[in-house]
């Protein structure tokens, strides 16, 4: 979708938010750069280095799912244009990792979690009471979202087997990229989460962090 596209009315931004909802779900996600691991030699790994690293993967998608749920909903109810906009720049950044992930599951000979609809629904409503509180309190929530992601795939890197080159290109620059979103939205005005949110957002990653790796 193109940054020059307003949403000019309620049912507008319904159907676009509904179309992206369906999009992430059926699977269909279009990367707008190469994945980093493009360059990267696929290394021997024994089945269970591989089922770790598939379950980490796994893990990683889901979170770009749920990515995508927050930039949808914040992007349906901000309160600008301009705001509504970055969101959606933002959100098709996020697209590349989801893509990037799926493929490398694939070549892993596993698979997307089950679970990822019941995460994009706790997401979407997170975002969505979020967004509610004004723009301001929902750039802040991008900002607390982008710093436990961060912390999230420093802890994988630190976890995937070292000679898994493919996985770590992967997941090292989705880390990169969420630090620049998260120093984007706090230029951008972004106020401090309250605490309620940030223990709802912890909660949440725990139980999908905890679910995901296996199904």
Not at 41 to 66: N, P, W, Y
Not at 196 to 201: G, L, N, S
Request: charged share 25%; aromatic share 6%; hydrophobic share 40%.
């Amino acid at each position: 979708m193109s940054s020059k596209f307003h949403f000019h009315t309620p049912l507008d931004r319904f159907i676009c938010s509904a179309d992206k909802a369906l999009r992430v779900l059926s699977g269909v996600a279009s990367a707008g750069r190469p994945t980093p691991a493009i360059h990267v030699d696929d290394a021997e790994m024994t089945d269970q280095e591989r089922k770790h690293s598939a379950g980490l993967i796994r893990v990683d998608h889901v979170g770009e799912v749920m990515a995508q749920a927050l930039y949808n909903s914040q992007a349906r109810f901000a309160k600008t244009d301009a705001l509504r906009e970055k969101f959606e720049e933002a959100s098709r950044e996020e697209e590349d990792h989801l893509a990037w992930t799926a493929e490398r599951l694939k070549q892993l000979n596993s698979q997307t979690s089950v679970l990822a609809p019941l995460f994009y629904a706790g997401a979407y409503a997170l975002g969505t009471v979020a967004a509610s509180m004004g723009d301001a309190h929902s750039l802040g929530f991008v900002v607390e979202t982008e710093r436990q992601v961060e912390r999230h795939l420093e802890s994988h890197l630190e976890s995937l087997p070292p000679h898994d080159g493919k996985s770590r290109a992967i997941v090292d620059q989705m880390r990169i990229d969420e630090i620049a979103h998260a120093e984007a939205a706090q230029a951008l005005g972004a106020t401090d989460t309250p605490l309620p949110i940030k223990v709802a957002m912890k909660a949440m990653a725990k139980v999908m962090t905890g679910t995901t790796y296996y199904i």
